[in-house]
């Protein structure tokens, strides 16, 4: 089955780039079947969906973070990756990656989650 | 933008009781929800796709039904490890997805 794992800073400073990497295992990131997605939850608040790439390179992103939101995939390395840029402490949050299943309309696994606080 | 709504906002149960946890949308979406269980300091579970779907794995005191806007997830009978909040998620405005505000089950 497949596995996610999130790495990268834990913190990171007001107006710079939050950037971070899901390596997956167990299975192909090419996959015809799956979309690979970014997930976030504010400290005591509910999941919010940030966007998905398709191992193609097709991106999707929430319109509300899409002017600061770049994911990016590379299937060589089993990776893809997440930049927000120019972070307030609003984005100060847990995040999580997770593979979509299509044919589902699920998230059917999901990264450990990685806590990233934005603080000078 | 489809909107998610979830009700009640958090529920007192004990162990045995049927809990019964609603989502709605803000528009149809047919049959693309899913509910998820987290628990404190874990990620999201899939429990139940396709609004009525058992993943793999999840024990069947876990169901759900509805389409269109009005959807249920049910725990027939509450044990000590579904002490959690839950969340439904649709997905017929893929590929943009939204999530309710999530439901917490307590302990009365």
């Known amino acids: 089955q497949l596995q996610l794992q999130e790495s990268g800073p834990g913190l990171v400073k007001p107006s710079e780039t939050l950037s971070l990497t899901c390596t997956v295992s167990?299975?192909?990131?090419?996959?015809?079947?799956?979309?690979w997605d970014w997930i976030r939850q504010p400290p005591g608040k509910g999941l919010e969906w940030i966007g998905s790439?398709?191992?193609?390179?097709?991106?999707y992103y929430n319109p509300s973070l899409k002017s600061r939101v770049t994911i990016s995939v590379d299937t060589s390395k089993h990776q893809f990756s997440l930049k927000l840029s120019s972070v307030t402490a609003a984005d100060t949050a847990v995040y999580y990656c997770?593979?979509?299943?299509?044919?589902?309309?699920?998230?059917?696994?999901w990264g450990q989650g990685t806590l990233v606080t934005v603080s000078p | 933008d489809i909107q998610m709504t979830q009700s009640p906002s958090s529920v007192s149960a004990s162990v045995g009781d049927r809990v019964t946890i609603t989502c709605r949308a803000s528009?149809?979406?047919?049959?693309?929800l899913a509910w998820y269980q987290q628990k404190p300091g874990k990620a999201p579970k899939l429990l139940i796709y396709?609004?009525?779907s058992l993943q793999s794995g999840v024990p069947s005191r876990f169901s759900g039904s509805g389409s269109g806007t009005d959807f249920t997830l049910t725990i027939s009978s509450l044990q000590p490890e579904d002490f959690a909040t839950y969340y439904c998620?649709?997905?017929?405005?893929?590929?943009?997805?939204?999530f309710g505000p999530g439901t917490k089950v307590n302990v009365k």
């Open positions: 528009q149809g979406i047919s049959n693309w």
């Open positions: 167990g299975g192909s990131i090419s996959s015809s079947s799956y979309y």
């Open positions: 997770a593979s979509y299943y299509y044919a589902s309309g699920s998230f059917d696994y």
């Open positions: 998620q649709q997905a017929n405005s893929f590929p943009q997805f939204t």
């Open positions: 396709a609004a009525s």
């Open positions: 790439i398709y191992y193609s390179g097709n991106t």
